[in-house]
């Protein structure tokens, strides 16, 4: 079992920066693959970024390449997602989520998934 907390969430500005945290329960963090999905109001669950248990491999969904980072450091059970030149478009709830057997771009790949945090870009 694991538990996801995000946080970092807020308003920006279109062109700032925000920088996500998922922090995770329990000592077998580096097992899981994690995720990032975002999910805007009125829309399906979308694939943002995920990153392989050892930071190995990174893949990014084609509307945030170039502009936000995955990353993760085991010894803190955590990821991030660095989010630069924001767009109003990025407005969304932002989950990240374990994915225990691959490194899926799709939701129900994931096993374990946070509570969300709301990001808001204004224009």
């Known amino acids: 079992q694991v538990q996801l907390v995000e946080s970092g969430g807020g308003l920006a500005q279109a062109g700032g920066s925000l920088r996500l945290s998922c922090v995770a329960s329990?000592?077998?963090?580096?097992?899981?693959?994690m995720g990032w999905f975002r999910q805007a109001p009125g829309k399906e669950r979308e694939f943002v970024a995920a990153?392989?248990?050892?930071?190995?491999?990174?893949s990014y969904a084609d509307s945030v390449k170039g502009r936000f980072t995955i990353s993760r450091d085991n010894a803190k059970n955590t990821v991030y997602l660095q989010m630069n030149r924001l767009k109003p478009e990025d407005t969304a709830v932002y989950y990240c989520?374990?994915?225990?057997?691959?490194?899926?771009?799709?939701?129900?790949?994931?096993?374990?998934w946070g509570q969300g945090t709301q990001v808001t870009v204004s224009s």
């Open positions: 989520a374990a994915d225990r057997d691959g490194f899926g771009r799709n939701y129900y790949e994931y096993d374990y």
């Open positions: 329990g000592r077998t963090f580096s097992i899981y693959a």
């Open positions: 990153i392989t248990r050892s930071s190995g491999s990174r």
